[in-house]
């Protein structure tokens, strides 16, 4: 049970966070077009290491 | 030439079976009652089952006929009485540990897709509360399962593809032929977008074998898991964490000396805190950037297979409230959408585990210009 609220707790900080850093990322490719590229590339990076914090968490929890 | 078009028609088979994964609830799969599954629990217990590795392929039981479709593998154990062989079909597909196969003086059965041998003087499995075998254990298990038999067949896909890539080079042409133009982008990709940008100009080239392997590898098995055959390769705990042990050894033999003094010996901050520094930096290289490969990969697979199971088995729950048609339609639809981004994700995640694995060898073999 107290698994489960954890496991909840666990996306939305998630989701917190993949909302962050997909805004931002849209914000700088709408300001710089032509940067597009290095931008998705980061934002894939940082998306990657923030999943594995969730994942670890959740794996832990479960 | 023939090459080229021999992998092509083994390519185009490969795309057929990814355009089918929903055939896999069709079949109306049984439980060892014989019944059809409809409850939620036994939906879990085959979503489980499913993300489990087996010693048989399971494609399809015909419900009238009680006939089970599908191939078995070959069984390799390391018993008391030595080395034993078999195929796995000498278990009549029993997982229950009921099914018992002599072999020498050993005696085999299988249970919960573990293969356990029988103490002397047994001749049935016997269980205690918790439904764990008391006069049984397990044994060192060779076996061709199905991950293996995964693994391998992923394995020849690559040295065909990338044979045929490597000998249209050879002939003195720049521009690859037949199935080649298809793999050149892609290795050109990774050289360009994901080694030089993350490793360096300089130091690239040694570590391209490992990184096009483990891209591809991991591709290759995503993809498989899309397939009706049923992977779950990289679902696997044990393949995702071999993988990451791989890179870790790789990124911390191939450390510069300024890797090193920056990990044991920091410069420019206090003296004390710089053992402190170093016990974070180790632990952090030998154990949280590994265990972080391993769990993503693993997790991303197992969630995927997870959902996908999920929606096709809502044609089984939602059935009642829904009607035949209404919730196979609904699981269908709702199925394909997901097994469309797992596409994607199949991709994401082999260009995630080798991104980060450059990132991590361009961190250990960085040089710094001392001022």
């Known amino acids: 049970m107290y698994n489960l609220i954890g496991a909840g707790l666990v ?4 989701g917190i966070g993949l909302g962050q850093i997909g805004g931002k990322a849209m914000e700088g490719i709408a300001r710089q077009p032509e940067a597009a590229g290095k931008i998705q590339t980061a934002m894939i990076i940082i998306g990657a290491l923030l999943e594995g914090l969730a994942f670890g968490a959740l794996i832990l929890g479960a | 030439m023939a090459v080229a078009t021999k992998t092509i028609k ?93 072999k020498g003086n050993a005696r085999l059965v299988k249970l919960h897709s573990k293969i356990y041998e029988l103490e002397a003087g047994a001749a049935t499995v016997n269980f205690d509360e918790s439904h764990h075998a008391t006069n049984a254990h397990k044994v060192l298990d060779f076996s061709i399962t199905k991950s293996v038999f995964g693994m391998l067949l992923a394995g020849l896909l690559m040295l065909l593809g990338f044979g045929a890539l490597a000998r249209s080079y050879k002939n003195g042409k720049s521009i690859p032929t037949g199935f080649g133009r298809v793999l050149e982008p892609l290795v050109i990709y990774v050289r360009d977008d994901i080694a030089k940008p993350n490793i360096g100009e300089k130091k690239y080239r040694k570590f391209m074998g490992f990184l096009l392997t483990v891209f591809f590898f991991i591709w290759i098995l995503n993809l498989l898991g899309l397939t009706p055959l049923g992977f779950n390769v990289t ?71 997870f959902v996908v199971m999920s929606l096709i088995a809502l044609m089984i729950t939602m059935k009642k409230s829904f009607g035949v048609v209404g919730s196979t339609g609904m699981s269908l639809v709702l199925a394909l959408f997901i097994t469309v981004i797992e596409l994607l994700v199949a991709f994401l995640q082999a260009f995630i585990f080798t991104m980060l ?14 001022h």
């Open chain 1, 11 to 14: 996306v939305i900080g998630g």
């Open chain 2, 10 to 102: 083994f390519i185009a088979v490969l795309v057929l079976a990814l355009s089918s994964f929903s055939v896999f609830a069709e079949g109306g799969d049984q439980d060892e009652k014989g019944n059809l599954i409809d409850s939620p629990e036994e939906i879990k217990e085959y979503i489980a089952h499913h993300l489990k590795d087996s010693h048989d392929f399971h494609l399809y039981t015909d419900n009238a006929s009680g006939k089970h479709w599908g191939f078995s593998l070959p069984v390799i154990v390391w018993t008391k009485d030595g080395l034993k062989t078999f195929m796995s079909s000498a278990f009549h597909h029993d997982d229950q540990g009921k099914v018992v196969v002599e």
């Open chain 2, 235 to 305: 679902g696997q705990i044990a393949v995702t964490a071999c993988l990451a042990i791989f890179t870790m050894v790789i990124y911390m033999f191939s450390g510069s000396k300024d890797f090193w003094a920056h990990t044991l010996w920091m410069p420019g901050v206090p003296v004390i805190l710089r053992p402190v520094l170093a016990v974070i930096e180790l632990v952090g290289f030998v154990l949280i950037k590994p265990f972080s490969l391993l769990v993503r990969l693993f997790a991303n697979m197992t969630a995927g297979h």
């Open chain 2, 357 to 370: 694995s450059s990132l991590f060898i361009g961190m250990a073999v960085e040089e710094h210009d001392h």
